[in-house]
């Protein structure tokens, strides 16, 4: 009598967030040696593969929620502290740092930051660190009613792109050091739009993956800004790479 063949039962896989969550998997196969195992593991995987695509576009969407959530106005407070409170508890919520004039930095993970904040109603913010937060185009509205602001760090912020670059025009007035430094999402169109920025004194553009010719780019900066010292690669960096590539192009034939 031939031996009984193997039922593979569908089974719905739960995530229950540890590694248990998939072992579902191990009881819906009856394998009939190593071979017929991989078979069916791989049938297996694609018969719900759009399941996985549908939890990681849930995850994704839960992720720009988060993100929209966390660059939200505080329109409350702005209306009832104002703007400097409400622009500093914004960026605290984010994780970041804020400095009113002629006062001590304030820092996120400083117990009762928020009850200080309500004794500097009438102080204007000076400085805002927000390096490595989550803020976008749409939080800026937060920090551009900050007409005082003299230094703004946004270093390795992930949502930070050319278009929060072209609204920084709004505080051309007052801010004076602008750091930049890691953003994965700027490049050279959105430095064109700190031309604006005339009193400008300190400009670190180092380290942006989407700037094709940092070196190249430092110096056009740099004739944008006369007045402002501008940080990031050497100028001969960048010309040693095209003189580099300008060389291999004509060592190797060209396509028509």
Same mark, same amino acid.
């Given at each position: 009598?031939?031996?009984?063949?193997?039922?593979?039962?569908?089974?719905?896989?739960?995530?229950? !967030?540890?590694?248990? @969550?998939?072992?579902?998997?191990?009881?819906?196969?009856?394998?009939?040696?190593?071979?017929?195992?991989?078979?069916?593991?791989?049938?297996? /995987?694609?018969? #719900?593969?759009?399941?996985?695509?549908? /939890? #990681?576009?849930? &995850?994704?969407?839960?992720?720009?929620?988060?993100?929209?959530?966390?660059?939200?106005?505080?329109?409350?407070?702005? *209306? #009832? $502290? @104002?703007? $400097?409170?409400?622009?500093? $508890?914004?960026? /605290?919520?984010?994780?970041?740092?804020?400095?009113?004039?002629?006062? *001590?930095?304030?820092?996120?993970?400083? #117990?009762?930051?928020?009850?200080?904040?309500?004794?500097?109603?009438?102080?204007?913010? *000076?400085?805002?660190?927000?390096?490595?937060?989550?803020?976008? $185009?749409?939080?800026?509205?937060?920090?551009?009613?900050?007409?005082?602001?003299?230094?703004?760090?946004?270093?390795?912020?992930?949502?930070?792109?050319?278009?929060?670059?072209?609204?920084?025009?709004?505080?051309?007035?007052? /801010?004076?050091?602008?750091?930049?430094?890691?953003?994965?999402?700027?490049?050279?169109?959105? &430095?064109?739009?700190?031309?604006?920025?005339?009193?400008?004194?300190? &400009?670190?553009?180092?380290?942006?993956?989407?700037?094709?010719?940092? !070196?190249?780019?430092?110096?056009?900066?740099?004739?944008?800004?006369?007045?402002?010292?501008? &940080?990031?690669?050497?100028?001969?960096?960048?010309?040693?790479?095209?003189?580099?590539?300008?060389?291999?192009?004509?060592?190797?034939?060209?396509?028509?």
């Amino acid at each position: 009598m031939a031996a009984p063949r193997a039922v593979l039962h569908p089974v719905a896989l739960v995530w229950n !967030g540890g590694t248990r @969550g998939t072992s579902g998997l191990s009881r819906a196969v009856a394998p009939e040696g190593n071979q017929r195992k991989g078979k069916t593991l791989l049938q297996f /995987l694609a018969d #719900r593969f759009s399941d996985v695509e549908a /939890l #990681r576009d849930y &995850l994704f969407q839960k992720q720009v929620s988060k993100v929209h959530q966390e660059n939200r106005s505080f329109t409350l407070i702005k *209306e #009832r $502290y @104002g703007p $400097y409170v409400a622009g500093a $508890y914004f960026i /605290l919520k984010q994780g970041g740092a804020v400095k009113f004039q002629g006062k *001590e930095w304030i820092r996120s993970k400083e #117990r009762g930051h928020f009850l200080k904040l309500l004794n500097f109603q009438a102080v204007p913010v *000076e400085a805002v660190d927000a390096s490595d937060c989550a803020v976008n $185009y749409e939080g800026l509205d937060n920090l551009l009613a900050l007409k005082e602001i003299q230094s703004l760090s946004l270093q390795r912020c992930p949502h930070v792109d050319d278009w929060c670059l072209s609204r920084l025009h709004q505080l051309a007035s007052s /801010l004076q050091e602008l750091s930049l430094a890691g953003c994965p999402r700027i490049s050279e169109r959105g &430095l064109a739009c700190l031309h604006h920025l005339q009193n400008l004194r300190r &400009l670190d553009i180092s380290d942006l993956p989407a700037v094709s010719n940092p !070196g190249l780019t430092q110096i056009l900066v740099e004739e944008m800004l006369p007045n402002c010292k501008v &940080l990031g690669a050497e100028w001969a960096q960048g010309l040693k790479s095209e003189l580099e590539e300008q060389s291999r192009g004509t060592a190797s034939p060209s396509c028509a």
